[in-house]
């Protein structure tokens, strides 16, 4: 369990957690419990072949589905219970409330994204500026869905953005994502005037605030970046926590094989602190390209190595 939350959490992996996350990654190939043996079959995941990547794309959006559509002790049961019908019983609701889930979430990023498109300034050619930090709120927003747009927008736009709303109690609740621009935990940590209470790490957070000081969390998040840059630019500080993409090596094609896979495996499990390595291929010529998916949204670039054998790369939501 302690494997399980660590690498769904977003935390860094690195140290105390690596070793959890690696010793974790182990147990779970042999847990007993009922519920998650029966997930792992709904999933059609091989739970001797099972990786960090498994449990970040598969299990874990179906265990915090549970509490994102508001019903978490159905979660609690999967992994509790010890009889065999109501594991399967469970471990299907939670797959389908998970697709629920997904359809709630993608009508809530086309409604954000709307949202900040139409507040966002652009240039003279009617292009957008690029934005040091967006923040957007709704009342009507459910907070426990908004990690999830938060994160989808961060990853295109790569800054930092903080999205509010209300459920039941007259505090509003957000979470954040930094898109890799800054360390959220610095960031507000600055800006901490505005907040109710905050909590996170580099990569993700959650906050609270005010109706009184919410139209205040733009400027004050703005304010605090540009801080945080004039420190570093002064030295003050000796990081900001942006990250540009570096090759970690070159490789060719042919080395695209079963001995490279092995090597990079030791490294593993993989995620923040320790991210997966980034080859560069040089020269690279595409044989086909290819588009998959219900929608089309998935691109499939196929590459050929020196005696012609076709060597296929996938990038998901290209």
């Known amino acids: 369990m302690v494997g399980l939350a660590t690498l769904s959490d977003m935390v860094p992996l690195t140290g105390e957690n690596r070793v959890f996350a690696y010793y974790g990654l182990k147990v779970l190939k042999k847990s007993p419990r009922k ?11 091989n739970r001797v072949d099972l990786t960090e990547d498994d449990i970040g794309f598969s299990i874990s959006p179906r265990i915090n589905a549970a509490s994102r ?14 009889d065999d019908n109501e594991a399967s019983t469970l471990a299907r609701h939670l797959d389908k409330i998970n697709s629920e889930r997904k359809g709630k979430v993608a009508s809530l990023v086309k409604e954000v ?9 652009s240039t003279g050619s009617g292009r957008q500026q690029p934005r040091k930090v967006i923040v957007a709120g709704n009342p009507n927003w459910r907070p426990a869905l908004l990690g999830l747009v938060a994160n989808s927008l961060a990853e295109d ?24 621009s800054v360390d959220l935990s610095l960031l507000m940590r600055e800006a901490s005037s505005v907040f109710s209470d905050f909590g996170g790490h580099k990569e993700a957070g959650g906050f609270s605030t005010t109706l009184e000081k919410v139209h205040l969390l733009e400027s004050e998040l703005e304010r605090a ?9 002064s030295g003050k500080r000796s990081d900001l926590g942006e990250s540009d993409l570096v090759a970690d090596a070159a490789l060719s094609f042919d080395e695209v094989n079963d001995r490279t896979w092995q090597e990079v495996q030791k490294l593993a499990p993989f995620g923040v602190g320790n991210p997966k390595p980034v080859f560069l291929f ?25 005696d012609g054998v076709f060597v296929p790369a996938i990038k998901f939501y290209a």
């Not at 994204?113 to 300034?121: A, C, D, L």
């Not at 040089?282 to 050929?304: D, S, Y």
């Open 113 to 121: 994204r709307k949202h900040v498109e139409e507040r966002s300034p």
């Open 35 to 45: 519920g998650l043996n029966e997930l792992l079959s709904v999933l059609k995941l």
């Open 69 to 82: 559509m508001g019903i978490p002790m159905d979660a609690f049961r999967l992994f509790a219970t010890t």
């Open 225 to 233: 970046y540009e801080k945080i840059r004039s420190d570093l630019k």
């Open 282 to 306: 040089e020269n690279a010529r595409v044989r086909r390209i290819e588009q998959f998916g219900k929608e089309k949204q998935h691109l499939k670039l196929i590459f050929a190595k020196s």
């Open 157 to 180: 736009m790569r800054c930092p953005v903080f999205l509010w709303g209300r459920e039941e109690s007259p505090e509003l609740k957000g979470s954040c994502r930094s898109g890799g």
